[in-house]
């Protein structure tokens, strides 16, 4: 067996250091932040990661009051070959020893050193631009959460940008999202000295030299875009009739759905006690007469009553979760005005009453509408919204909510919240009273049972929640494209909602890179919210080192995206926001991002139909790949009709030894699963490849991004260091909550136990969440679809506790278990 090149692992420890010590820069640990970075500079100096060290190492030095390293450190740069670092360097020199100020003329008149007694200063345009309007109370962003509600920013309208970013220095001039002076950004003409050295603002760092990409010299800005005039011209009318009809089947849908589960339930736990009954002959495993009977009846009076019921019943959900309160109309008076001339003016113009508003006391931005009839739907706004976002997205957020309300989409979705909210309640008290249970024992064996049986129960109801979410998909991206039209038509503002709908994921990020897990609040009612939690996690947290652009390039250009968000609860951020530029456009405005025009490369070909198209024609062996284990399921069905095909023959000749293949419905059953069988061992050396120290990449967040063409298929393997964030204890056993927390963003992380799911519910197996709050490395597959995120091969920590992942091996054994299932319903024959 070769040994490791030295070379490599030196790089690699290089890297390593570099990003904790941007990370600790970042937070402000100086002292860790210095040890790290020079350590860097000692291994790599004259490698891209060495220079960057040395760069960062300047700002760190600056905060400590070391100037003299910092300049000797910027005289060492400024005699590097490299043009872009020089002028860097010279900067950095020149903000570092400021020259000294001209002695005044000594026959000065006494007019021309002090202002005139009126107050007039003359102002040049940068100090223009730091105005602000009157009034201009509402937050800017914070640069780790992206919002900080003491500090006050620009009234909507206003052409002048707000940057994301704390100290706040003077504002600059208007700009677009960019990195400035970095990935196509012009420079501003005016930095603040002490921003420029520290790399939040470097207008001259090298960030378009391969491999001096800095995500940490971005700043987030916003255009403030404007809005449509009074009476905007109309687009074209909605057909809601279709939508409605979809919205009625996705009912019907999770009504089945939910009773085959039911159904299933009952006769599996019967046949259990059946069988407990047979080996201990104990009356008290008899089987339950009850559970063999039809559960329809059941089942629909539990759904009317659920629907009958949607808003008190989630009232109190609210009221357990997060301590759901009235919102009076002089708060939401005092956060937005337009928001409550919105509620009166479309309530009187759709002749409908107006929703109860209640108030979510949480700092999380978010915002939903639930009922079962327009008289009794409510509109609920968490304190974060109302203090994070501008008067104007106020608005346009409400003007969504009234929309779902008066489309009628917001009674079927209360029904399926309520329905899905019965199996995670389920999961979560189950993982909760389990381990307090567990606490309580001192007998190992009582302790390892109860803890065994409480991990099945709340998986098996995790996983339950998960199914009962499907049926619900399709209305629920659907719904979201109606609404965000129709509050652009509202409002005549698709700008304002644009700013709304980033914020609001910026939000969630910061939520989640705050508390160190995903809330059961924000989990269990993500179908209802305006920006998907999965979605929101990553590009929130990217938003906040790369122009919104860029990270959205994938949603907008991506000739695929449409199926690969077959299994997510929202459409794409890009998309809807492209779709929001596009009515921007129509009104004549300029847009607050510039996607409308994303995305128009794609080849005439890549419509609606181009993933059939291309699937008959063999045309794209990537996307066959892709989708092979589906793929597989209709093709089966070739294999069918020829197996028909020879019997229908030989049944009309003498070998009347194959004529039984004429018709057999068994064969044709039996095939499904093999073709799913084949088509997944077909893929699997694709979506696996070997993993090995020299090909493993350490990207970036927005690197990973910003990637229009890439597919999961194409899984790069990956090893990247950070922090592990996710719920602790029984509750995240499934890995359902792994979240890598990198120094450019959030990425979630994929587990499957290399025992299958009974190896995650064994109590003393080591599993990923036991590294919860630690630095770990993370080594896997990263794959880019509608979400990104990594399926592990180990998740491993500083203390050396290595969790190996499974995800090739259940790969194959799925696929080996389908063939024997689709063998034994063919070798069963007929019935």
């Known amino acids: 067996m070769a040994s490791p090149n030295p070379q490599n692992s030196a790089d690699l420890s290089a890297k390593q250091s570099l990003e904790a010590g941007l990370t600790a820069l970042k937070a402000r640990d100086y002292d860790r932040a210095i040890a790290l970075l020079e350590s860097v500079t000692q291994t790599a100096a004259n490698q891209p990661s ?26 060492s740069l400024a005699q590097n070959s490299n043009t872009q670092i020089k002028t860097w360097a010279d900067r950095a020199l020149t ?27 003359a102002f040049d345009a940068a100090t223009e631009s730091a105005k602000t309007t009157p009034g201009g109370d509402r937050p800017t962003a914070d640069q780790k959460t992206g919002f900080s509600p003491s500090e006050p920013a620009l009234e909507p309208g206003n052409a002048k940008s707000q940057p994301i970013s704390p100290p706040p220095p003077p504002p600059k001039p208007p700009i677009h999202p960019t990195l400035e002076g970095g990935h196509g950004g012009t420079a501003p003409t005016e930095t603040a000295p002490d921003r420029e050295i520290s790399g939040e603002n470097s207008s001259g760092s090298p960030t378009d030299i391969p491999g001096f990409a800095s995500p940490d010299n971005y700043q987030l800005t916003w255009r403030e875009a404007g809005r449509a005039a009074k009476n905007p011209r109309p687009l074209k009318p909605l057909k809601l009739l279709g939508f409605r009809i979809e919205a009625a089947a996705s009912a019907i849908g999770l009504f089945f759905l939910a009773r085959f589960v039911l159904q299933f339930l009952l006769t599996n736990t019967n046949s259990l006690l059946v069988q407990l009954y047979i080996f201990t002959r104990l009356p008290i495993f008899a089987p339950i007469q009850l559970f063999y009977r039809d559960p329809t009846p059941f089942v629909q009076f539990v759904f009317g009553l659920l629907l009958a019921s949607s808003p008190w019943l989630t009232d109190a959900l609210l009221k357990l979760f997060c301590g759901i309160e009235t919102l009076r109309a002089s708060v939401l008076s005092k956060h937005s005005k337009e928001a409550s001339r919105v509620l009166r003016s479309f309530c009187t113009k759709q002749n409908m009453p107006t929703p109860v508003l209640k108030l979510l006391p949480i700092d999380l931005p978010v915002a939903f509408s639930y009922g079962c009839l327009p008289r009794f739907a409510r509109i609920a706004v968490s304190r974060g919204l109302l203090e994070e976002l501008a008067d104007d997205e106020i608005a346009a957020v409400f003007a969504r909510e009234l929309a779902h309300i008066s489309h009628w989409d917001f009674a079927p979705m209360s029904l399926a919240l309520l329905v899905m909210q019965i199996p995670y309640l389920i999961y979560w008290q ?18 390892s049972t109860v803890k065994f049986l409480a991990a099945a129960i709340s998986a098996i109801s995790y996983g339950i929640y ?68 999965g979605q929101a996690a990553t590009l929130g947290s990217a938003a906040l080192h790369a122009p919104l652009e860029q990270i959205l390039l994938w949603d907008v250009s991506n000739p695929y995206r449409h199926p690969l968000t077959v299994n997510s609860a929202h459409p794409l951020l890009g998309e809807r926001l492209k779709l929001l530029a596009l009515y921007a456009q129509f009104w004549q405005l300029d847009a607050e991002l510039d996607l409308a025009n994303a995305g128009v490369q794609e080849q005439p070909s890549q419509g609606k139909l181009s993933l059939f198209k291309s699937i008959l024609e063999f045309k794209d ?37 194959l004529d039984w293949l004429w018709g057999d419905r068994s064969i044709l059953w039996g095939c499904l699963p093999i073709g799913f069988c084949l088509g997944t061992l077909i893929r699997i050396n694709y979506f696996f490849p070997d993993i090995t120290p020299r090909e493993t990449a350490q990207p970036s967040l927005p690197e990973i991004l910003s990637n229009p063409e890439s597919l999961p298929l194409d899984a790069q393997p990956v090893r990247l260091s950070g922090q592990l964030l996710g719920r602790p204890g029984m509750a995240n056993w499934l890995g359902q909550d792994l979240i890598l927390q990198t120094a450019t963003g959030l990425v979630r992380l994929h587990y499957v136990s290399r025992f299958g799911p009974i190896g995650c519910l064994w109590p003393r197996l080591t599993r990923p969440s036991d590294a919860i709050g630690k630095s770990v490395v993370a080594v896997g ?11 592990l091969e180990t998740l491993g920590t500083q203390a050396g506790r290595v969790s190996d992942s499974g995800h090739p091996i259940w790969s194959a054994v799925l696929a080996f278990a389908a063939a024997v299932w689709g063998a034994y319903i063919i070798i069963q024959g007929p019935r």
Do not use: H
């Open 621 to 657: 062996s990537k996307l066959f790949l892709q989708g092979a284990p589906f793929f597989g399921i209709p093709m089966s069905l070739g294999i069918v009709g020829v197996l028909w095909l020879i019997g229908g023959i030989f049944s009309r000749t003498s070998f009347w030894q």
């Open 95 to 121: 903000e570092l020893t400021p020259p000294r100020p001209p002695k005044p003329p000594e026959n000065t008149p006494k007019s021309a050193e002090t202002p005139p007694a009126t107050g007039f200063v």
């Open 50 to 75: 060495g220079i960057r060290a040395q760069m960062r190492l300047v700002a760190a030095y600056k905060a400590t009051g070391n100037v003299k390293k910092a300049i000797a450190l910027c005289n």
């Open 430 to 447: 189950a993982a909760l009273w389990g381990e307090r249970l567990c606490d309580l024992m001192t007998i190992e064996f009582l302790r």
């Open 466 to 533: 998960k199914l009962l979410r499907w049926p619900m998909f399709w209305l629920s991206r659907r719904r979201v494209y109606f609404s965000d039209r129709t509050a652009a038509e509202i409002t005549g503002n698709p700008n304002g909602l644009t700013r709304a709908l980033a914020k609001i994921a910026i939000g969630i990020a910061a939520n989640i890179d705050r508390e160190k897990q995903t809330s059961f609040f924000l989990e269990s009612f993500d179908l209802l919210l305006p920006v998907g939690v």
């Open 781 to 791: 597959w990263l794959r880019r679809g509608a979400t990104v995120a990594i399926d």
